[in-house]
């Protein structure tokens, strides 16, 4: 289970950019080889949204993964379209490293990864 | 996330190392090609030009340039490092190229001053991968079982190459001591297992995880894969040179170090997250149940249960056709995807739709290369075990159709890099932002 799951929910005004609005950019960031998203794929740790400002915390599948130079231009390329988002910070970490077991398949995916 | 390419601050560009991939391929198709054209001559003993031709056609044309090709794509991955110097990698590709097609075309028409000129040219391309390579590894901070395996890989070929100089030398001027076949078998082995056979198990003890989304396996296999290829190859080569007790205790710990690297990947295969495998990693993981067969009549071989130009011949089939050259063909249809994409669909990304991996390729080729390779390696390996020139000639055809399969199908991926070749996303999932 990724840490996403246990975040807190995000309190805010109506024109304030909601978590789950987060969570549905990020669900279409998808690996370009496993064809899952990062969010299904358990690489994001944790989500803060502070007045319109968006910090992300996330991982790789491994240390000097391939598209290390270009996911978070990717992922801020996504929420940046979320309405009300104003700026968007995203830190990659491999503490914890990411292990297979943080994979969180839904069904649509479940007959994607051949 | 889960393939190979350039690493953070590291990127080698996509061209290098697919400038190494793309004439291992060529050499591929060439080497399967010259099966049938060689039937006679494979029906016969193995020390003949033309076959002397044909094996370093894989050894050096496909085997060595797709390792160093890939290795220059992997390190950075499975390293966390940026290679050392991206254009000393390009300098090295050209002088390879030349010096591999100089000693195959002169194996060939049996001229040894020419050999030697260019096995010179081969052994400064491999000097200057394996000086890249050491500046690369010395900035590694903690030795885990991939670095080792690459330090010891690399180590490897730089003795196999200077052997082969050495035994080029010896065609013109007769000095080395001893029997000339021991030594020829000396030479081949520690390419094998000296190289070939440590650059395989140490790229897949980072790559396959993340391939097949398994766990990295640890525990016995780990050491037993490393210090049986550590002892055992020394013991082997030592013990076909000169001191015959040694191949037995050699032999045994190297199909200590295969069992290991077996029973690692079965549990990578089985404990996997991935449930569907693409022909990719099909090939990978056939490739792998190739060294069961190399490794039994390999043991045969060593404790004289078998003998002969034959059981050679069907040996090395099934060691270098079957084990190493599946596994990089699966490896293959996995980077040069990625490689493409990155180039030529990755700067899109989050501008326009753009395509999946999986939707680069051309999966009926693979298939049809899947059956046919697999099929054609083995039928290869019991025609030479026969003997038989019609055999090999039937099996040979059979396998170099496979080849050209694949090649078809690095074609289709590589044709993306042409602007008429690209395509839109068109499935769900292929968005990528």
Known sequence: MSDVHRAPAIAGSSDQPTREQVLEALG????????????????????????????????????????????????????MAVPGVLSVDVRITFDPPWTPERINLSPRNRGLLA | MSGPGPSAGSAPSPTLPLSYLVTAVAAFVLACAAVPALAPELAGHYYHPRLAALAHTVTLGWITLSILGASYQLIPIVLARPIWSQ??????????AVGIAGMVSHFYIGRWPGLLMAAVMVGAGVAM???????????????????????????GLGLTVLFGLLLAADRLWKFLPGGFFPTLH?????????????????????VYPMFLLAPEPSGWPERVQFWGLALGVPGVVTGLLGVPALVVPGAIAVAAASAAHLTWVSRMARDRKRPALDWGLRFVLTGSAFLIAAGTVGLGLAFDLLSGPRAALAYAVLALGGWVSLTIVGMMLKIIPFLVWYRIYSPQVGRVPVPTLARLGWPAAEALAYALLTGGVAA????????????????????????????????RVLYHMAPSGRRPAAAAGARTA
């Open chain 2, 186 to 206: 000396a030479h081949f082995h520690l390419a094998l297992l000296g190289f070939v056979a440590p650059a395989v198990m140490g790229v897949a003890a980072r």
């Open chain 2, 129 to 155: 991968h394996v000086v890249n390579v050491a500046m690369t590894l010395s900035s590694v901070e903690r030795w885990r079982l991939t670095a080792r395996f690459i330090a010891m890989a690399f180590t």
């Open chain 1, 28 to 79: 279409g960031v998808f690996d370009p080889e496993l064809g899952m998203s990062v969010v299904e794929l358990g690489l994001v740790y944790g989500i803060d949204i502070v007045n319109g400002a968006v910090d992300i915390t996330m991982t790789l599948t491994a240390p000097g993964c391939p598209v290390h130079d270009v996911m978070p231009d990717w992922i801020r390329q996504a929420v």
């Open chain 2, 87 to 96: 254009r000393l990698a390009r300098w090295q590709f050209w002088i390879l």
């Open chain 2, 380 to 411: 290869v390996a019991a025609a030479l075990a026969v003997g038989d020139a019609r055999l090999i000639g039937a099996a040979g055809v059979i396998l170099a159709a496979g080849a050209l399969c694949f090649a078809a199908a690095v074609a």
